[in-house]
């Protein structure tokens, strides 16, 4: 019950070579902690998913590393550094975006502020960054759709554009909420792609999935979250039947759920 | 006066470039202030500017238009960072802020003004210009003063241009950029005190707020991307503020203040029912042409369908036939198809009546509206 692999995270902690380090970490709304004590580590150049219930403090965590909400407790390091300094190294895309849907800007001016922190203050942005933007939103398959005001796209689309939005700050370490939320089967298929594409390249992507069925094809890495860390690790060890009941307790009938793992070694 | 009289006219000219420069001013941080959904922020402001201008007056002892103005922008920035500061330490929303703020500031002023009167005696101190407002009294000095806080301003939203823009749009984002966002929207609110105390002379603090919204509303609905709605904005404000100052220089001593924010209210009006895309009387024309577009198609494809159904591509439908189908006239839509060529009359060897056969055109339409969708595929 409260299995919590401290000894070996311990080993790691101050491995300067991860991507993101999360260290007794606690997050509370109103005196209510919705994370608790959080170790977490994300090796570079993974594909990370992080699942867990509703309300299991997915969103919370994130929002946590990028500074949107306060700490109780604990610090995060992102490639060695406090997220302050390694800021630019970072893109995030919302589980919701909160903008006024109906605020005069295209598709395009959207993408565009993905380069604003590259830009710096008073440098305005220019052909090259148009480009950018352009090539990005080809990417998400929306550059069709670059001079529409971005109340006239469907929510799937608008969830592409700040998609493309993250890829232009080209980034070491994606964190995405749901980046697949809403969009449909043959877009969720490209968004993979894309994401293993950046995978590739060596950078680090980080994505809050709730599709159980699909982590073991699309992740590599895992996380599963539930207040707590359940588990953490290569998806292979850590995508057991006994780390989703311990996550997700009766609330789901674990259709085809991974060969148990010996117990334990889905933790690390 | 003859309009050469009017326009060569020393008070009218000073009027309407002080117009003119609070309308552009007013016009582009108003803008901004709409679209933050702050649009009670200017009526806050101006509201709380009067307590500002009294104590001004008590400070300086007399009339004088630089205390006045330094105490309105000073109690002016002092409400905004209230409201700042309540919609973030409590969970009031920032209606709720706006409202309380603006009536104690507002009331505060009031009393104060009251309190002044009743000093000053008889010899008023002419503070309640400062209400409704009150062009004739601006000099060529106050365009001036007017004409550098208006530069200072527009200078400020052109040097940082796209991270106003950000922290308009997207204040969250902004903050993972780093950017300092309090800071930001504390400079956008503060300047749209500056164009509060600009406008306080001509206008008055009760119908200011209209000059702030005013413009930016009536943009929105002309424009899809930020940088036009900022430009059109200023234009409709200074536009406005040129003609309250003509209209009241022909018009028998019609205030100028009250005048240029109808002024600006027509500009509202007219951009609300006409704008295209966004416009009322727009949108109702484009939904009656898209209501007959669709009643065409479906009896394009009706035809077509008989003619399918009839192994006969020139298939000659009956008009009473086709009425019985749809249940009601498509002599309307028959006659507009026929009017674009996708379908012609025909005679039918047997019956009488009316028929109409697809032409090419027409076939080839149909075969488009039945292959349908213009989904999208990355
Ligand atoms: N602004 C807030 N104020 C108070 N409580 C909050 C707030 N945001 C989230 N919570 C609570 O914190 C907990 C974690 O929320 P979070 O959004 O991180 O969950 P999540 O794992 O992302 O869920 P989901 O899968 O639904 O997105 C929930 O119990 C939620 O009710
Ligand atoms: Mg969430």
Redesign the interface.
Known sequence: MFFRPRAEVQGRLHEPGLALHVEDLTVSYHARPVLWDIDLDVPPGVMAAIVGPNGAGKSTLIKAV???VPKTAGHVRVFGAPY?RA?KR?A?V?QR????WD????AL??VM?GR??H?G??R??GRETRAQAMAALGQ???A??ADR?ISQLSGG?QQ?VFLA?ALVQEADLYLLDEPMAGVDA??ER?IVKLLQGLRDRGRTVVVVHHDLQTVRRYYDWMVILNVRVIAQGPVAEVHTAENLRRAYGGQIALIDAAPEAPAGAGTM | MGLVEILSDHTLQTVAIGAAILGAVSGVLGAFAV?R?QSLMGDALSHAALPGICLGFLWAGSRDLGAILGGALAAGALAALTVMAMTRLTRLKTDAALGSVLSFYFALGIVLLTLIQRQAGAGQAGLEAFLFGQAAAILREDLQVMGVLALASLGAVA?????F??V???P??A????LPVVALEAVLTVMVAVAVVIGLQMVGVVLMAAMIVAPAVAA?QW????G??VVISAAIGMGAGVTGALISAMGRGLATGPLVVLAASAAVLVSILLAPGRGVIWDWMKRRAERRALGGQRVLTAIHALAAEHGDPEYPAEQSMLDVYFGGGTAAALDRLEARGAVRRAAHFRTEGVHWVLTPQGQAEAEDILAGGEG???
Do not use: H, I, N
């Open positions: 990028l500074e949107l302050a800021r970072v995030y919302p975006s909160s903008v006024d605020f005069p800007t295209t001016d959207v502020m604003y922190g830009l203050w008073l305005r942005p998400v398959g929306m069709a759709y005001q689309q592409r939005r043959t877009t490209a | 679209l959904q040097l940082l241009w796209k991270e823009k950000l308009t749009f997207d969250v984002f903050r993972t950029l780093g929105r424009v899809t991307r930020l036009p709605m999208d595929r990355p």
